[in-house]
């Protein structure tokens, strides 16, 4: 069953809030190769003018690859797993995420562009704090193989 | 993005190396991503699944590849500097095991907007000589 291009400007969301911890921000920085000490101590981040201990760059696919979750599980969009290949992936930042955030998440399907017996599904996810401000925005393409 | 912590714009120039790392992926970097990540997909850690859906073999994450070319970017650009990072997975680097997937990458300085004082940089990420990410871009603003 081919993806549901009718799924285009479906939104999931918001989920339960995802808390930002030290010890996650460190299990990635290792995981990503990030060397800062700003990723590990509070001292190191407080210097670098953070309030806590700052996330790498990427660290928002943790929150946002959760959100993205709900649209390949839903049987009306008709991803199957087992066939997607990630194409590209796009990180906006409008502030730094640091350990202490509670960070919301909205996924919406922004296209589905089907060509050569594959979709191509975007979604973008916008991750919000606690009082609503804007904190990234995670663009994502998953490539979808239509059965042969 | 504090104003304490961003690299200098002036004296930069196009093309000019930021940052290079080489980096050894092995199964136990994918095992390691996996779990900081939460993307247990078994393609990056089971060779019978991943040949099953035609790869040579386990593969690594391409947020794996994304997320250590952001690290050699934040290694110039101080952490948390990076506005904006795209890239596209344009080849999978396939680790073997035992062994290592050997990863080159390099950071240059792409395009430079005076007025923004902001850099554009570039990363080419090479695995057996061969680009493995396509417009890999970093925004970074300087001071």
């Known amino acids: 069953m081919p993806v549901n291009t009718d799924a285009v400007g479906r939104a999931y969301g918001p989920h339960e809030p995802y808390e930002v911890t030290r010890v996650k921000i460190r299990e990635f920085a290792d995981a990503v190769d990030a060397r800062s000490f700003a990723h590990l101590s509070e001292e190191a981040a407080r210097a670098e003018g953070y309030p806590d201990v700052v996330a790498p760059t990427t660290f928002a696919v943790v929150i946002a690859q959760r959100a ?3 649209v390949v599980v839903d049987p009306e969009v008709g991803v199957d797993f ?7 992936e796009r990180f906006t930042h409008h502030r730094p995420i640091v350990a202490g955030d509670l960070i919301s998440s909205i996924v919406h399907i922004d296209s589905i562009a089907q060509r050569g017996g594959i979709s191509m599904v975007t979604t973008r996810t916008e991750l ?3 009082d609503g401000a804007p904190v990234s925005t995670v663009v994502s393409t998953l490539a979808v193989r239509e059965e042969a | 993005m504090t104003a ?9 120039e196009v093309g000019q190396v930021v940052a290079e790392r080489d980096v050894e992926l092995t199964r136990d970097t994918l095992v390691r991503y996996a779990g900081a990540s939460g993307d247990f997909n078994p393609i990056h850690y089971n060779d019978v699944i991943a040949e099953s859906v035609g790869l040579p073999g ?3 994450h ?3 590849t994304m997320g250590t070319a952001a690290s050699v970017v934040e290694e110039w650009a101080g952490p948390g500097n990076v506005r904006d990072l795209q890239a596209r997975f ?4 396939p680790v073997p095991n035992p062994g290592a997937a050997h990863v080159q990458f390099t950071a240059k300085v792409g395009a430079l ?5 902001t850099a554009r940089i570039d990363v080419t990420v090479e695995f057996d000589g061969q680009k493995v990410l396509g417009k890999a871009q970093a925004l970074v603003p300087c001071s």
Do not use: C, Q, Y
Request: without cysteine; hydrophobic residues 45%; negative net charge.
């Open chain 1, 68 to 70: 993205e979750f709900h």
């Open chain 1, 82 to 88: 087992s066939k997607v290949v990630h194409a590209d």
């Open chain 1, 128 to 130: 919000v704090d606690e």
């Open chain 2, 4 to 12: 304490e912590n961003r690299p200098a714009f002036d004296g930069l």
């Open chain 2, 58 to 60: 386990v593969i690594a």
């Open chain 2, 62 to 64: 391409g947020m794996l």
């Open chain 2, 90 to 93: 344009t080849r999978p680097i």
């Open chain 2, 113 to 117: 907007d005076a007025e923004a004082r």
